[in-house]
């Protein structure tokens, strides 16, 4: 198997395991676990996945992720749309691995950690402020990733960074729209759900690769202005 297949193949298991582990999470011990519990199996799932795969491809599983290094000049572009690839077939398969678990039981699959807004989400923002929200959280999210990953010297501590940063935004995040931060993440549950995740799925893909992209621009500034 040549580099860009195992680049692609590590990011597709790191994305399902974030999925299924994340998603899983919450869907089925949410209100065991807490905001807090969710957060951390999010958290974690990054921190796993950045030490087994991270050496072979960066362990971005999120999209958001790929096109802030994209733009970064740190991923080619011919990874960049391998990489977004195996990530949507990682969620699709996570979320429906979770999908199987749930129905096997004999419930109703009526949630698989999907993300929304609204009436009957959260506390019920609206779609603006959603979009706001994910901007911002993304933005923190990947500026942290930008930051620990500037230097070789990080490394050891870099995937524990990432996924203590990705808890630290599901914290706020997870009350307002579930925290996305991740289109992949998004779409597999929306997919399998559809109806209003379905409907409102377009937010959790377009706010996050803003966010992604604006962490970029502004981290790329600040280094430049440094410089």
Request: charged residues 5%.
């Amino acid at each position: 198997m040549n580099n860009s297949m195992k680049k692609v193949a590590a990011e597709f298991i790191g994305t399902f395991v974030l999925v299924l582990f994340g998603c899983g999470s919450a869907a089925t011990a949410g209100g065991q676990l807490g905001y807090l519990g969710i957060a951390f199996a999010f958290g974690l799932a990054i921190v796993a996945m950045a030490y087994a795969i991270g050496p072979v491809s960066g362990c971005h599983i999120n999209p958001a992720v790929s096109l802030a290094m994209l733009l970064s000049r740190k991923l080619s572009g011919a990874d960049f749309v391998g990489y977004v690839v195996a990530q949507i077939a990682g969620a699709i398969a996570g979320a429906g691995v979770l999908y199987a678990i749930i129905d096997s039981a004999g419930l109703a699959v009526t949630s698989l950690g999907e993300n929304g807004f609204g009436k009957g989400y959260g506390i019920g923002i609206s779609m603006p402020m959603a979009i706001i929200v994910e901007i911002v959280l993304t933005f923190v999210f990947i500026y942290a990733i930008l930051g620990v990953t500037s230097s070789e010297s990080n490394g050891p501590i870099a995937g524990l960074v990432i996924g203590l940063t990705l808890a630290f935004v599901h914290i706020l995040g997870i009350g307002l729209t579930g925290t996305s931060v991740n289109p992949a993440r998004s779409l597999g549950p929306a997919l399998l759900l559809g109806g209003q995740a379905l409907a409102q799925v377009w937010v959790f893909l377009a706010a996050p690769l803003a966010g992604g992209a604006l962490a970029a621009a502004v981290y790329g500034w600040l280094n430049r202005q440094k410089a």
